[in-house]
């Protein structure tokens, strides 16, 4: 009873926050702007078409009437028309999404699938080598700008050891010559549904760049978060205990002590999940990934303010969603959580 | 009111007992001391930028076709970029927006969150719930993100691209330092401030801030390398400094296209970057060392 308590006010809360961030994404798109309406034209805007379209876009209208068209609007799946595309802004999201899905799921497998070990290694051989290796790696990570960082794996894996492509998300040959039937749009799960092998390597190349550099900071986070959480868990008693017993070490480090480390690791994991949203906008620069990155940076300097507040809001919306997934998922973990 | 002065050396003492026993270690681990002799370093020549370039006027964008694409050389050690400026002095000049404004940023952003974080944590109640809920609204988002919606919406630039920087950023120290306030509001020297009637606005500025230096400080150090972070990529976006002006960002963004021939351009202002950066990490692993209470228990 108490967690489903703990559940409903944590979804509550985050309605809220959501709300409120709704009212600063309005604030920031309708309000700084001098003249939104201007911006929607273009640069060769006569008076008279601002004022047509101010018109038009209800620009003339009080703003929190304008701020309950466009709650109204956004409760039916109206984001509003981007002024770059001239498409639907939730159409646009809805097409590009999973490629940056793609990009940024297996960004974070790559993330934990490191971080968590180097992190419980780190600890488990602390002040030794091991150690000094796993903690340089991680601060090199967490230091590293990712939009340098893919520029030095393209050259080292492009340039010069002609080992991965350059960008994008598949060679411009193989679509014609083995296309993928899109099911999910995640290219290389669709590639392995199809049983299109060719397809499928070539996709997965394609992936190892992109999703390295997107990994590297997710790397360094969880590596660290890891460490400290071990550490702390191997110092206590029932640890000792289990040593005296003679369980074996492998035993004790990965089922004993990383259970109990495994709440702190999971909340830097959702964090750093939120963060890589970012992160991904780099990597498709960088990497010419056709994904909701390239459009957000594209909107962001053309001051599509239909296609920002989308962007904003759905990455925000995001984020709040992920917080309290991890939220819970703590609680589920560690039910002392959710008691206090 | 002669008992204030008396009262407020507690927590001025702690703080130069501190700051000493900070310089102490920090001399004694190499680590943390090559940091800091990095950082002073990029920051001294970011300061004497004008002096230590060896072609300043190109380094603020004067261009020099014969020199284009200069490879790296004795008389230009990291060579020219597309249009011939040579790229150390590019480096040296693009300091100021890619590392002074950032530490600016996160000055800022302490001077405004921290008041709000003492306030909010020692009057509690009401005034705790309004300024701790708007706290979260700006921590809703990814700071980046926001920062990156600002930008566009005040304009690109470097000065809207620190506004920006500083609006996302300074939430962060309002939940530390209220944090601190509220652990801090318990001791035996603020209840006794309380206790002779000092006013609420001297014992914050008096008594609870001076002791949230410490924890501020470890969090601005790592802050500074995450802030040079977030400013070097709103200017490799394109949202930050705009050309000809050099910063680092927007050098490694230009160097992208000839990175398979000419890596030698954008490759520099990078390195600068994470140098800079990892810098400031080491750095502040030591200080969060020193400062972390875990390690008395």
Known sequence: MRRLEFILRRLLSSIFVLIGVSIIIFFLARVIPSNAAALYIGPKARPEDIARVSKQLGLDRPLPVQYAIYMRDLLHGDLGTSIGTKRPVLTEI??????????????????????????????????????????????????????YLGLLLQILFFRNLHWLPLAGRMSTALRFTNPIEPITNFLVLDALLTRNWVALKDTALHLVLPALTLAAYPIGLIARMTRAAMLEVLEQDYIRTARAYGIKDFIITYLYALKNAISPTLTVIGLTVAFALTGTFFVEIIFTWPGLGLFTVRSLLNVDYPAIMGMTLFAATAYVLINSIVDLLQAWVDPRISLK | MTAIPALSVEPEIQSTRTFRHVLSVIVRDPLALASTIVIVLFILIAIFAYQVAPYPQEGIGRTNAPNTMLVPSAGHILGADRLGRDIL??????????????????????????????????????????????????????????????????GRGLQNAAIALIISWWPWYTRLVRGVTISLRERYFVEAAQAIGVRDSVIILRHILPNTISPILVQATVDFGTVILAMGGLAFLGLGTQPPAPDWGLMVSEGREYILNQWWVSTSAGLAIFIVVLAFNLLGDTLRDIFDPRQYR
């Open chain 1, 94 to 147: 809805i097409d590009r999404a999973p490629a940056t899905l793609e990009l940024l799921f297996t960004g974070m497998f790559l993330a934990a699938l490191i971080g968590v070990p180097l992190g419980v290694l780190s600890a488990r051989w602390q002040g030794k080598p091991l150690d000094v290796a796993a903690r340089t790696i991680s601060i090199f990570g967490v230091s590293m700008p990712a939009f």
């Open chain 2, 89 to 154: 002095s590019r480096v040296i000049m693009g300091a100021r927006p890619a590392l002074i404004v950032p530490i600016g940023v996160v000055v800022f952003a302490v001077l405004i969150g921290a008041p709000l974080g003492a306030i909010a944590g020692y009057k509690g109640g009401r005034v705790d719930d309004v300024i701790m809920r708007i706290t979260d609204l700006f921590l809703a988002f990814p700071s980046l993100l926001l920062a990156m919606a600002i930008t566009s919406a005040l």
